[in-house]
């Protein structure tokens, strides 16, 4: 099954050196399950100063600057895996780098007809 991991923590939480050494410690952890044939994909995301909210209400187009909502912990990337259960998915979580400050959104991905293949 695909699981979504989604990372969250406070941008402010890691210095320059730190955030490198994570994205160092995050490529090993993607060798890995590559290796095991668990990767799937995965990518850190720019700073929440960079967002931008699309939402379309009344067949208007609203552009916002920012993340949706204000919260402590921002998005700040996932990994896409395939695991043959939640607790697999789980074990994976843990591995994750920035779990250490953070926290790890593990979500089931639905799989529907008419996508196309990764």
Not at 49 to 56: D, F, N, P, Y
Not at 58 to 83: C, M, S, W
Request: aromatic share 6%; glycine share 6%; hydrophobic share 40%.
């Amino acid at each position: 099954m695909k699981y979504m991991l989604l990372i969250y923590f406070n941008e402010q939480a890691l210095s320059e050196t730190e955030r490198e050494h994570c994205y160092v410690d995050s490529a090993r952890l993607a060798q890995d399950l590559n290796l095991s044939g668990q990767y799937l994909s995965a990518n850190p995301l720019h700073p929440t100063s960079t967002a931008i909210s699309v939402r379309v209400r009344n067949d208007k187009r609203l552009v916002t600057d920012g993340p949706f909502a204000e919260t402590h912990e921002q998005l700040g990337g996932y990994f896409l895996i395939d695991a043959k259960d939640l607790e697999e998915a789980i074990g994976i979580a843990a591995r994750i780098p920035v779990a250490l400050v953070g926290s790890v959104e593990i979500r089931p991905v639905v799989e529907i007809a008419g996508l196309p293949a990764s």
